[in-house]
Each structure stands twice: as C-alpha cells, then as structure tokens.
C-alpha cells in the first residue's frame, strides 16, 4: 500500500502552489481555490489515516475472526503494518479531540456573543408570526410540526438564503462591527439569521456614504456564508501541519471578496477604502472583547494591502501568464494525484481483505 503514503506528502507541495496562485486570482476565486485546496488534502489525510488503521485492525485475532481473514497470510503479506496502525491511530485520536475542542470553542464564542447582544427589535428582525394571528394551539401541536423534514428544511432554506440581514446596534464607544453567523434550526429550536453587529462607537466615526460600505462588507460577509470557509480552514489546519500557512491568505481574501461586494454596492471604492480604513485603525484601539475569533470582520487582515488593493481598478476575472498556468497545473495535478492515491489505497485494501479470504479457504 505505497499509494496510502502520497496524500500525507502532497499537501507539502500543494499549499505553497496554492498560496502562490491566489495572489494572481480574484478575491472571490482565490477563495474557492484556497478552501477547496484544504479541503481535497485535509480529506486525503484522514483517508490515508484510516486506511493505514484499518489495515493493522485486520491483524488483530478478534478481527481477523468476524472477517474470515487468514491471519498467518495477513502477517505475511503486510508484517509491518501493526505498527503503521497504532501510529496512525493515535494521531487519528488526537486529530479528532482537536477537532472536537476547536468545534467546541467556536460553539461557546458564538453563543456567548450571541447572548451578549439586544433582542431584535421588530422592524429589524421580524418575527415568524409577524403579519398572521397568534398561534393558540397546544405545545404539544406545534412541536410535532416543527419536527417535521418540511418545516426543518425550509427553516434552514430562509437561513442560508436570508433577504435581509438584521442589524444590532450596540450602545458601546468601542469601535467595532462584525458579521455574526446565523444558525441552523433543528427539532425543537428555531432557527437564527446573522446579525450584522456594529457598535455606536463605530458608527460615530464613519460617515454616511462609510457607513453604509462597511454595511455592505458585513453584509457579503453573511450572504456568502464567509464564516464556513473559515471554519473549513480552521479544521484543515489541524488535520495537517502543511495547510496551515493556507488560514491567514484565505482570511485575507475572504476580506477581499466582501471588499469588492461593498465597492460595487455602494458604487465608489475610494469611499470603501477609507471606510475600511479608519474602522481598522477605531477597532485597533479598543475592540469589542466578545467578538468570536471566527466571525469576519471589516477590519481584519492586512489592512493596508486592502485599501491599497480597492484604490486600484477592479481586479480581472481570470489570471493570465504562462508562470501562473502552470502553477495552476501542478496545483490540479497534486489535488488529482491526492484523489487518486487514496481511492488506489483504498482498492488495495480491499483487494487485500480479499485475498486474506481466499487464504482462509486455501488454509481449510
């Protein structure tokens, strides 16, 4: 199983052509490019990973037993392979209580900045039962409807395809405002919508047409569901050491992305330059401390390179040059060779259960 071997290596080659490609694209597909890429080779680790466990739980004698599998032929074939396995199994155990800890701490910073926010007034975050008469029917009712596939899917259908984000505005003279992420409705819970979160400090020191670009950078912020891509990269990095020089060029071009929204929704970047800014050089100052570390925000990442970028005309859609084509290529061969390697691994694997079968008949 030498292939099971290539998606733990290639991920050392693919981030820095990653990185390298990103700067040449738009914001936008840069994006996709950096988040795709983690997620392709964060995949291919944790299949390389299992499959090299798996392959050490077929020597085990209870395993072995339940599968028909001819041990001594499993030995033989793969004698080095136990060892392989409980390596793999404990960065495997370890992947996962990272990955459960850093989901956990995203789960409390967004429900403690959440809690830490007004109620939502009426004309800025209706209610379900505005413009229709109160429900009277017994608890009992309504929560049978609610558990239903169509009321749960259409919850979160108006979640991730909101027509308008509310606004919190929070009396505070900290200078700071941020896209705080919705959430999904499950049985029992309704759903929220993002809030854009600004506070009064903030919105003293902005002008109007500032106000309402850096609305507008929140706003795209919550519409295209920036905070998944960061949590995407989040976990990616934990999975392996090479994709974690890929989280801050994501978040750059992220900020970038909502950048380029809020100059073309307010119609000047020269107004969306400054608001940006002079939100940075506020927030700097006295942040809101309650703000998640994964919720984007108008002043995040290397401002001065954003501003500098928006007092430019608008970016190309597409990347020319012959150096970037190939850099594009190598990228997709990594990512195609990633894919590759851990669907021949996993064949192997299977022909290899097969085999230990048919060794189990030869024994007999």
Sequence with gaps: ?????????????AAPLARRL??????????????GTSAVLAGGTLCSLGLLAAAGLLQLPPVAAIGHLSLPWLTAAAP??????????????????????????????????????PACPAPDCPTPT?????????????????????????????LLQPSEHPLAVLDDERADAFALPGRLPLPGRPGEPGRIVVTSGMLRILTG????????????????????????????ADLHPALRPLRA???YHLER???????ARVGDRA???????????????????????????????PVPRRVAALLQPRPATTATGTRLRAVAIALAACLALSTAASLEATADLHHTVEAAQRGTGADR
């Design 271 to 301: 107004v969306t330059a400054r608001a940006v800014g002079r939100a940075a050089l506020a927030a700097s100052r006295s942040p809101w401390p309650a703000r998640p570390r994964l919720v984007p925000a108008a002043h995040s990442g």
């Design 209 to 236: 047409p500032e106000r309402a670009a850096l609305l507008a950078h929140e706003r795209a912020h919550l519409t295209a569901r920036h905070h998944v891509f960061l949590a995407l990269a989040e976990h990616a």
């Design 130 to 158: 505005e413009g229709r008469h109160p429900d009277t029917r017994p608890g009992h009712v309504t929560m049978r409807r609610a558990r239903t596939p169509q009321a749960v899917l259409a919850g979160a259908r108006a």
């Design 22 to 35: 990103a700067d040449a694209l738009p914001p936008r597909a840069a994006a996709w490019m950096l988040a």
């Design 1 to 13: 199983m030498i292939a099971v071997w290539a998606p733990l290596l290639l991920p050392f080659l």
């Design 80 to 117: 080095d392979a136990p060892v392989a396995a409980a390596a793999a199994g404990l960065v495997l155990a370890a992947l996962t209580a990272r990955a459960v800890r850093t989901a956990r701490r995203h789960r409390l910073e967004l429900r403690e900045a959440r809690a830490a926010l």
């Design 257 to 263: 992305w909502a950048d380029e929204v809020a100059a």
């Design 249 to 251: 060029p994501l978040g």
